[in-house]
């Protein structure tokens, strides 16, 4: 998906004008690899606490009962990022979902700390795999496959 908007972007910038384009051509290749490289873990988050819904849910009703609340706790923590006064530093690196939105806001702004950015993944990671390691604990549990 990066790549694409990337190429559409390029291609057919100066039909759509803007700021938006000038944003985007001001990212370059490495800040586009890390923005991507930062998206792994977190789609491995929401991978994991999905597939612990689904799981624990006993219909498609349900499921879809839990994850409506979790859209809200996703977002919460993303939006704080746009809050004025919120700025990336070592503290916010370790806060998921809200590293990473700071980190792409640094990233546009030409101002991102190379150091934080292995903070930020690196937390992200742990995060990931934490939540995965529940995942899979989740999915072993004999109560699960043996319910009514």
Known sequence: MIVSVTALIYFFGPAIGGNLVQMVRAIGPL???MVALMLVPTAAIFAAILLSISVYAKSYKEATGMISPLIIVTILPTLVALLPGVELNWRWALVPLTNVSLAMKELVKGTMDYRMFSVILL???ITAGLLLALCRWWFNREQVL???
Request: glycine share 0%.
């Open 31 to 33: 800040d586009l690899a």
């Open 123 to 125: 937390s992200t990671t």
């Open 146 to 148: 043996f319910r009514n």
